[in-house]
């Protein structure tokens, strides 16, 4: 099967109103280019000097998101290139790409990371960690960050029940924080979760955007 076929089918399943990230890490610019070609517009890199690679040598309407665990000294380098940082996963990081983006004169458009899952990485805000650091100064402060909405991962396992369990921890801190501190800024807007393997328990559980690879591209090769 190859790319154009796969976005396709993909598509063809995603219900209207949930956006696609097409998770492109680790894959060729040609694969890439097919799904430009295929009409995809929205890309997903976790890697700072593969998304740059790519960004500079790929159309100028691609919206490139940072969906890794961004390390502080890579802020400054993908600032230019990225419509969408995913994962911002302490308050240190969020502080720092506030400041970068007005060095630049912008304003970036970010996700607060949760981490619900049990195994794995360890990166993200617990639920209660979030809901207390967040608070209506600290956003008013960082007035060069967009603070779009949450992203979070459920447990790498084979267990549905556990995986949907996870989106719903996600998602409910998304309504909290909604209904609270960011109750008058609908900006915050967006939660991105769900994967290959568990998009359609995402989508069930409330995702209004998703992040795949290998069902469109195909296996990665490390
Ligand atoms: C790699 C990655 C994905 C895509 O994973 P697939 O299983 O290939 O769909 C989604 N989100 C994040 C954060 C990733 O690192």
Avoid at 55 to 79: C, E, S
Avoid at 103 to 129: I, N
Wanted: one cysteine or more; charged letters at 25%.
């Amino acid at each position: 099967m190859g790319v154009r076929e796969n976005l396709m089918r993909l598509r063809g399943s995603v219900p209207d109103g949930v956006v696609l990230v097409a998770v492109s890490k680790f894959h060729p610019l040609e694969s890439l280019r097919e799904a430009y070609d295929a009409g995809q517009r929205v890309f997903g890199e976790s890697r700072a000097n593969e998304l740059c690679t790519k960004a500079v040598a790929m159309p100028d309407d691609v919206q490139w998101h940072f969906i890794g665990h961004l390390q502080t000294n890579k802020v400054r380098q993908i600032l230019p290139h990225v419509s969408l940082i995913h994962s911002i996963d302490s308050e240190r990081l969020l502080r720092l790409v506030n400041a970068e983006a007005a060095r630049l004169g912008r304003k970036v458009s970010v996700l607060l990371q949760l981490h619900v899952a049990q195994e794995e990485t360890k990166f993200g805000f617990t639920p209660d960690e979030l809901l207390a650091i967040m608070s209506q100064s600290l956003i008013d402060e960082l007035s060069n960050v967009e603070i779009a909405g949450v992203m979070g991962m459920a447990s790498n396992v084979d267990d549905e029940e556990r995986i949907r369990n996870d989106f719903r921890l996600i998602r409910s801190a998304f309504d909290s924080l909604r209904s609270t501190v960011f109750y008058n800024r609908p900006e915050f807007r967006i939660v991105s979760m769900g994967m290959s393997h568990d998009w359609n328990i995402a989508v069930a559980e409330g995702a209004d955007m998703i992040r795949v690879g290998t069902t469109i591209f195909g296996e990665r090769e490390y």
